[in-house]
């Protein structure tokens, strides 16, 4: 029996459609990037999540010399903030992230296979759903509603 998943997302030219607070959690994710430790790859990438109380923490990739030590920006965030505000769920996600000398042509750039899967443990645990934002440096934004949505057959704690 064939069946086919469908993934359900909003797309945003630039980031004058988002709201005012999509826009503040994307500006803090793009001053995040900025300061990503990235001399390997030179793809820098920032992160920043809404928490239910209004709060908004920001991170960035961190690269090891010994690969691969380093840490995505999404985990890097989402593990501080899981760490500090273990009972807080988070309402939002926005990531932006590119080559270092970005020519403002890439796609938005969604988050890593282990990233996905670290995203899916969290929504799971607060037993509600993350939006998630993704966009490069040219201020074109993709959103969905899940971490599910990029994720459609995850691996959870139900299977152990």
């Not at 080559?99 to 670290?118: F, L």
């Amino acid at each position: 029996m064939k069946k086919e998943a469908q993934i359900s997302y909003e797309h945003f030219k630039n980031s004058s459609e988002l709201s005012d607070v999509e826009k503040k959690l994307f500006d803090r994710a793009k001053q995040a990037r900025e300061n990503a430790y990235a001399p390997y790859s030179n793809f820098l990438v920032g992160c920043s999540v809404l928490l239910e109380n209004g709060e908004i923490y920001s991170g960035n990739n961190q690269e090891n010399a010994a690969y691969p030590s380093g840490l995505c920006a999404e985990r890097t965030t989402l593990f501080w903030v899981a760490a500090n505000f273990p009972d807080v769920k988070v309402k939002k996600i926005f990531i932006v992230g590119g080559p270092k000398e970005s020519d403002e042509k890439n796609p938005p750039i969604p988050p890593c296979g282990a990233c996905r899967q670290s995203l899916i443990e969290y929504e799971t645990k607060q037993n509600e759903n993350i939006d998630l934002y993704f966009s490069s440096m040219n201020d074109e934004v993709v959103k969905v509603h899940s971490i599910k949505d990029l994720l459609p057959f995850y691996f959870d704690a139900t299977f152990l």
